[in-house]
Structures are given as C-alpha cells and as structure tokens.
C-alpha cells in the first residue's frame, strides 16, 4: 500500500524534480546550480497552490477570530453535554466546523509531498558525491562548515531554520499564539530532520525557505503583482542570456524553447492579461454549468491517463512480450502496464483533481479547457504524427536515433494540428457545443480501454507461451550453479566450432588486435574478410543466410511463397543436421530467433532430439555479480531501468515531433539518477565468454560441431579500457579514436570485449591439446548503423553500409602463423560453406536437397533494410527500400554500391 500511494503522489513529483534538475544541469554544468534551479522552478510552479493555502487559512483564521468571543462566552458559562450542544449549534448557525480548523495546515500538506520527492531524489543521489559548490565541499554530504574545539557543526541546517523562523514571523504577524507555536515547531523538527542530510538537500531546503521569506515580504507590499512580474522578467533574461552564453552550440528547437520559456517569464503580467481576456471572450458564459464542466474535466484526465498509462506501454510491449518477460525482478511484463498506470493516475488524476478542488471557477474552466486541448493534441501526436523510429529494446533504447530528427512536415504539420485544435475547443465551448466535446472523450476513453486490453491479452498470452517454453526446455537448460560444460570438444576427431557474434563490427577488428599485442598471439592462423557483406541489417534478414548458405537469403526466403517463420526455422537446422547426419557430435546454444520468438524456444529442434540444444542465455550473471561484488555493490536490477524509462517514453510519444530529441536525451530520458546501460542484458551475454574456458571441455569421442549464439557486441555500453571489462565504475573509456559518440565508443567497447574474451579462450583451447584440430568460424548477422572508420572517405550513407558489413573470421585446422587479411568479396552466407568444405559431409541442403556450393551467387547483393520482427504469418519482408542497396565486388569502392528499386 505504501509503494502504491509513493508511486501514485510522490513519484510524479520525484520524475518533475529530476526532470527540471537535469535542466539546469545541462544549461549551467554546475550541480549547485541546479539544485538552484529545483528550488526556483518547484517553487514558481507550487506557487499558485501556496497562494489559495494562504487564501484558506486566511478564511478560517477570520472566521475563527469572528467566532471566538461566542465560543469563549459559551466554553465560560456551560460544561459537558450542554457546553457541546450550544456549541455545535452556534458553529451550525455561523456556517462553521470545527474541522474547518485544518485549513491551517494546508500550505504543509502541499508542502509535503514536494520535500519527500526532493528529499528522496537528492538524498539518493549518488552524483552529487564530491562535488562543492560556492563554500559547501560536499553537496552529498552534511556541510561540516564549522569546527569549535573539534567537533564538526553542520551551519546550513542552521541557517535555514534561522530563514525560516524569520519568515514565519514575518507571516505570523498578528496571528494567534496558537498558529505562531506550530510555525516554529515545524522549523524545529525540519532543523531535526535535516541536521545530518546532504549538503545538497539542505540547500534546496534552505532556498526553499528565503523563497517562502520573499513571498511573505511581497505580500505585505501594495503592488505585489507588478513587483512580481519585475522579477519573473529579470530571472527571465537573466537566466535565458547565462543560457545561451554557456549553450553556443545548443540546436534551434532548444534555443526555441529556452526563448519562448523567458518570453512568458519576462511578460508573466501580460500573459496573465491574455488569460483573463480568453475567458471573458470564449468561457465565461460557459463556466456557469459546472456539472458539464466536472464531466468534461473527468473525462479529459481519465483519457490521458488511459493514453499514457495503458495504450501507449501495451502497445509497445505487446509488438515484444518476450523482451520485456523475466526483466529483473519483474517476470510478467503487464506487471510493468500496471506500473504505468498507478504513475499516471498520480500525474493525470489524482494532482489534477487536488488542483481543480482547490481553485476558483474561473481556473477550473481554464484547466479543463486546457486538459480537453491536451488531450486532443496527444492523440494526434501519438496516431497521426508519431513518427518511425526503428527498433525499441527493453531499456526503451532506439537502435537508429538519426529517425528521432522529424521532417519540417513532421513538425510543422503537428505544430498547425495543436494550434488549430486548441482553436476549434475554444469555439465550441463559446458557442456552448461541449456535447460533442464529451461524447467525443467518451469514445476516445472507452476505445483507449478496449485497445489496452487488447494489448495486454495478447502481451499476457504470449508471455505465457513463453513461460511453457522454458518449463518444457528447462530439461536442456543449464544452470548457473554446476556451471556444466556446454561445449564438449574432441581430442582425436575434428571439432568444427561456429560462433555466431550478433551485430559484431568487421571495421573495429583490426583496430582491436593493433591495440592489443597478446591478441596477435591468440588470433593464431586465423583469416579476416573485412569485404564481407550482410544480405540484412536485422537478424531476422540476416542470420538466415548466416546460418544455411545462399537459399535463405531474403529475395530467395520469399521466392519459397510460404511462411517466412518456417523458412528461418529451417535455417537453423541446416548446419546441425548436415552434420548430425555424418555422424558428428552436435550443439546449438540458443539459435536466434528460434520460431520468431526473441528467446528460449527451442521447439524447430525437438524433431532431433540427437542434437544438443540448449538455452544459456542470462544462466552466469548471478555468478558473475557474486564473483565480483566487493560487498558494497548495489547491482541493478534492470526491470529499474524500464520502470523509470516507461512513463517517461509515454510522454516521448505525447510530446510534438521536434521535442521528442530532447526528451530521448541520448538515451537518458532526462534521466541523471539512473542511467541506461543496459547491465543485465549484457551481462546475460558477456557471462558466457567470460567463462567460456570454463564452459568447454575435452571428452567427446569422434568428430564434433557446435554453434554458439552470443550477444555480447549487440547492446553499446561503456567498459573499463584497456581491456574492456565489465566494472561498476567506468574510470577509463578510451579508443584508438577520438570524436566518437557515447554510442560509438559503447559499440567498440562491447566489440573489443568480445574479441577479447574469446582470445582468452583460444588460449584455452591451445593448453588443451585441441587448438590445431578445430576449425573456428567467427561471424556475425550484420553490422550496426553507425559511422565507421571503412567508410571515412564516402560521401554519404557510411552508417546506412555499416550495418552490412559485418564480422567474419575463420581458422581453418592446423593452420599456423599471425592472422592474415583476405580482401576477397564474401558474404556472411559463405560461413556455412566454409563450415562443411573439405570435411567430406555432405553439401546438400538436408530439407530442400540443392547444393550449398552451387547455390553461391553474390554478383550482386542486395542488402535489405527490413521490419526487424516480421508477423510469423508473412511470407514477404516489410522492406524499408530507402535504405536498402545492392553491392558487388569490393565494399569499399562508394560506385558499387547502389539504391534498390523497388
């Protein structure tokens, strides 16, 4: 119940917090700053809610001090019963009660809730370690500013009582004893409460205080709004100007922002003015009916609340219910839609309907005209201008963040949307139309209902399936506690070994092994093919042909007329079964995309059930994290991650096209408490090279084959240079490059990691005597969009060919000497030839009986961009042909590549 109501009243304020502290942060770099910023910004926002506090407690105040000589003369003349039924009838007459008396506390209940959510945000916030600010060292520490024979004494917390006593005195002036002696108690027990916080806390606390003193001084003025107006105007140039100074390089749409931020600032009165004047114009007459307003109002926030909350997370996670299945602590992903709709009911019920109670008429109207215009430009923003933005992980990440920068038609078009629907609101509350208004929202309420169930059935349905898939495999699973080989390797016979590294870069290989010279060592014998081509950029298009040779490319996949799960299910048993029916040992690790479903169905192998097949995927992370905990680790669960990114990615999709870029922040969300890494995810991959050597034994008889699925250079993230291992702390992130992004630097860390770790094991392989008889492919189903240093010289498209040019690499038996360089034109389909040439086993397709070598034709590639999960009853790809091409000899020569036609 506690976490409930935390999630519903205090976390939208804790996300508004961190939201407007990530702000300043990004404007000033100065974390003193943007606590300064908090405290200003929260302060001007919960202003008009202080000021009706004030209002309230003033009423009661009055009328109390109106009715205390009654109550005096009665308490003096009557006792007991007599005294309580003249009483409550002389309070009945004068239209009071007793309870009435809590108005008083109403400026503290509002109070309340923002110090939770800033206390829990910035005593939690591990950032401000270290960092000073003006006379304070240690903002994530008590202050300590004063040492008397010794002894440390924290004077903050001093100094904001001592503010905060002046300031209620200054308020208190002429009030009675009794709210004068509850003032200063308040001080007291906050000077308790905070005596040992951070510096940092302590600070927000005490601006919060000269705030409140300023407030208390400006309200003994005459011209209070004009002195007021003076001052939004000069913290509006003020800080736009320390803004745009410090910012030279910021985009136009946040320069557009950050100016018409100031403009309402500088002209707060007049905008005030333009308000007033809309509902006299547009409202007034409509305000009277207060039953139609409330339904209105209700609908508006049940609406948003629905969009936000159910229909926007349920869609997301029912395009991919597996992904978000057994995510940390949460096992059911509709355990997150019911996360995101206790949030949103706190952000678009519950404080609106707190707002809309404590004000007059006139606001009321005012907001839910402003609700009703909400919620029309949302619904517009999600379903007509939603944009393409390519695939969206777990952890809430694009895979292609150059789609997040809208088209003028794109922006322009949402922009005239929201304009003109505002504008069509306001005449049909002038000319009092708001039935068509409310049965409008009506619809929309019960239609965002129906598709959230929907969304959640089909989310619920499949994570059940799921849930039977690894019940049903968890015969042919292994576990983290025995860790039990998983590959077994032949001393005598020959071992064929294919490692299939998913979106593993060809460009960053020679980089990697110049960077590190035991690496030399290691590679021993192996061949590159840096001119090596993907026929996909998603695994779906480009693990088929990966894994069963020329037939499954995509145009070939599609030419077979049937259902596109059912060709990809059969690539992957290709290799197994060509070897498995000459008598080899066979292994699969966790085939990707078994029967179209991201993890864990192994039901395209029950069939044969001589093949080894097995789900390891996230099976040595608990090992890991225990090995290398040092006691004081906090390790994140990663469902945190999506949990804090899911309510934000809501209001992404409400946001207009030309904002989305901004509230993507890279990645972060505005986000600075939690950052995405995507930890668990990668550590479900990393583990299993970390303890490959571990993993690999020598006891098979005969001649062996195993595929090894691994995901390790699939997620970017940040690792501890030079050896690229995965620490708590990034202390080191450095390249042989300098100028690349966070997600470039990440792609070659998780790149160099993997190369690495399976250096260790052929080092492995070499102490136990089977190095020379095994034959390694190392290969990958398609690179990763993202500017590489092969195609530097190209004058355009150098990521849109990046995610084509993927890993291969390959050891042949008994070959010896440093790896070597072959410019030869290969694609990722050769892996399969390459695997079975020369061993004697048959080459024949085992299902469609056509032979893999006479099947080769790469004259010319076409290499599709295509929908990265296709519906299981297709039987064509959703190709994206403008970023498709086709290609032929040398991937390097900009000439041969060349746009496909549709």
């Known amino acids: 119940m506690g976490a409930l109501l935390y999630n519903t009243i205090i976390y939208p304020l804790?996300?508004?917090?961190?939201?407007?502290?990530?702000?300043?942060?990004?404007?000033?770099?100065s974390f003193g700053l943007a606590i300064v910023g908090v405290s200003i910004a929260i302060n001007v926002l919960a202003l008009p809610l202080y000021l009706i506090a004030d209002k309230l407690q003033k009423t009661e105040r009055d009328k109390r001090m109106k009715l205390q000589p009654g109550i005096t003369r009665i308490k003096s003349t009557f006792k007991g019963d007599e005294q309580f039924m003249l009483l409550s009838t002389y309070y009945r007459q004068n239209h009071y009660h007793p309870m009435y008396v809590l108005?008083?506390?109403?400026?503290?209940?509002?109070?309340?809730?923002?110090?939770i959510a800033a206390f829990h945000f910035l005593s939690n916030f591990e950032l401000l370690q270290g960092v000073g600010f003006l006379f304070i060292k240690d903002l994530g520490k008590p202050d300590n500013l004063l040492v008397v024979n010794g002894i440390g004494i924290n004077l903050l917390p001093i100094v904001m009582t001592f503010i905060n006593v002046v300031a209620g005195a200054i308020y208190t002036k002429g009030f009675p004893l009794r709210e004068k002696v509850q003032?200063?108690?308040?001080?007291?027990?906050?000077?308790?409460?905070?005596?040992?916080?951070?510096?940092?806390?302590?600070?927000?606390?005490?601006?919060?205080?000269?705030?409140?003193?300023?407030?208390?001084?400006?309200?003994?003025?005459?011209?209070?709004?004009?002195?007021?107006?003076?001052?939004f105007a000069s913290f509006g140039v003020l800080a736009g100007s320390m803004f745009m100074y410090l910012n030279p390089g910021m985009t136009n749409t946040k320069r557009l922002i950050i100016v018409l931020g100031c403009l309402v600032l500088i002209f707060s009165l007049q905008v005030l003015r333009l308000i007033d004047y809309i509902h006299v114009q547009y409202l007034a007459s409509w305000a009277e009916n207060k039953k139609r307003r409330k339904t209105i109002f209700?609908?508006?926030?049940?609406?948003?609340?629905?969009?936000?909350?159910?229909?926007?997370?349920?869609?997301?996670?029912?395009?991919?219910?597996?992904?978000?299945?057994?995510?940390?602590?949460?096992?059911?992903?509709?355990?997150?839609?019911?996360?995101?709709?206790?949030?949103?009911f706190g952000i678009f019920c519950a404080w609106p309907v707190v707002i809309y109670g404590l004000f007059s008429d006139k606001v009321k109207t005012l907001f839910t005209i402003l609700l009703v215009g909400f919620s029309v430009s949302s619904l517009l923003n999600v379903f007509v201008f939603s944009g393409n933005y390519s695939v969206v992980n777990s952890f809430i990440q694009f895979d292609n963040t150059g789609f997040l920068i809208p088209s003028a038609a794109l922006s322009y078009g949402s922009l005239a949307a929201g304009i003109g629907s505002f504008g069509i609101i306001l005449l049909l509350f002038k000319n009092d139309r708001t039935k068509i208004v409310s049965g409008a929202l009506t619809v929309l309420v019960l239609a965002s209902l129906a598709s959230g169930v929907y969304n959640m059935g089909i989310t619920h349905s499949s994570f059940k399936k799921h849930q039977g898939n690894l019940v049903e495999n968890q015969k042919n699973t292994i576990h983290a506690d025995d860790m039990r080989p998983i590959v077994d390797l032949s001393k005598e016979g020959n071992n064929v070994v294919f490692i299939f590294l998913d979106r593993a870069l060809s460009a960053y290989f020679p980089y990697i092994m110049n960077q590190s010279p035991k690496l030399m060592d290691q590679y021993q014998g192996f061949v590159y093919y840096p001119n090596t081509v993907s026929f996909g950029a998603h695994t779906t298009t480009g693990a088929p042909a990966m894994l069963g040779g020329y037939e499954y490319t995509p145009d070939n996949m599609e030419a077979r007329g049937t259902k596109l799960i059912d060709v990809h299910n059969e690539s992957l048993l290709v290799l197994p079964k060509i070897f498995l029916d000459a008598g080899y040992s066979v292994t699969v690790t966790d085939p990707p995309f078994s029967n179209y479903v991201w993890s864990g169905d192994l039901s395209p192998f029950r069939p044969y059930p001589e093949i080894r097949a097995m789900n390891v995927l996230g099976n040595y992370t608990l090992p890991f994290r225990t090995e290398h905990s040092s006691g004081d680790d906090d390790f994140s669960d990663s469902s945190v991650i999506t949990k804090k990114y899911l309510p934000i990615f809501s209001i992404f999709k409400l946001a207009p096209p030309s904002m989305r870029v901004i509230i993507y922040d890279e990645g972060k969300y505005f986000s600075m408490k939690h950052s995405y890494n995507d930890d668990e995810g990668f550590l479900d991959s990393y583990t299993e090279l970390y303890y490959l050597s571990k993993l690999t034994e020598t006891k098979a008889k005969g001649n062996t084959f195993s595929i090894i699925t691994n995901e390790t250079p699939h997620s970017p993230r940040l690792l501890q240079a030079p050896e690229y291992e995965h620490v708590s702390v990034v202390t080191n992130s450095k390249t042989p490059f300098s100028g690349?992004?966070?997600?470039?630097?990440?792609?070659?860390h998780v790149n160099a990691a993997s190369i690495k770790r399976i250096g260790l094991w052929l080092e492995e392989l070499k102490r136990m005597g089977v190095y020379d008889n095994t034959r390694i492919i190392l290969v990958a189903d398609h690179g990763y969009e993202l500017e590489t240093p092969v195609f530097d010289d190209f004058s355009q498209n150098n990521s849109l060919y990046s995610q084509f040019n993927p890993l291969l690499l390959v050891k042949d038996f008994r070959a010896v000497g440093d790896y070597v360089t072959d410019p030869t034109f290969m694609t990722n389909a050769d892996a399969p030839i390459l695997a079975i040439e020369g061993l004697g086993v048959s080459t024949l397709n085992p299902f469609t009986k056509k032979d893999l070598i006479q099947e080769v034709d790469k004259s010319l590639v076409h290499a599709y961009k295509a929908d990265w999960m296709p519906n299981p009853k297709n039987t064509k790809f959703d190709k994206n042909y403008t970023m498709s091409f086709t290609v032929h000899d040398n991937i390097f020569e900009e000439s041969n590549w060349a746009p496909i036609e549709r």
Not at 103 to 115: E, M, W
Request: net charge neutral; aromatic share 18%; proline share 4%.
């Open 103 to 115: 108005r008083s506390s109403v400026s503290l209940l509002i109070q309340i809730p923002f110090f």
């Open 183 to 231: 003032l200063y108690a308040m001080a007291l027990l906050f000077l308790a409460l905070l005596y040992t916080s951070p510096a940092g806390l302590v600070l927000y606390w005490t601006l919060n205080n000269i705030f409140s003193l300023v407030k208390n001084s400006l309200q003994k003025l005459k011209h209070v709004k004009q002195v007021v107006s003076i001052g």
């Open 740 to 748: 690349l992004t966070e997600k470039q630097t990440g792609s070659y």
């Open 298 to 344: 209700f609908l508006s926030c049940t609406f948003l609340w629905l969009l936000c909350g159910l229909v926007i997370p349920s869609n997301l996670i029912a395009s991919s219910p597996i992904e978000f299945s057994f995510l940390g602590s949460v096992d059911n992903p509709l355990d997150l839609i019911f996360y995101s709709l206790v949030v949103f």
């Open 14 to 29: 804790e996300l508004l917090v961190e939201f407007i502290f990530t702000f300043f942060y990004k404007g000033f770099s």
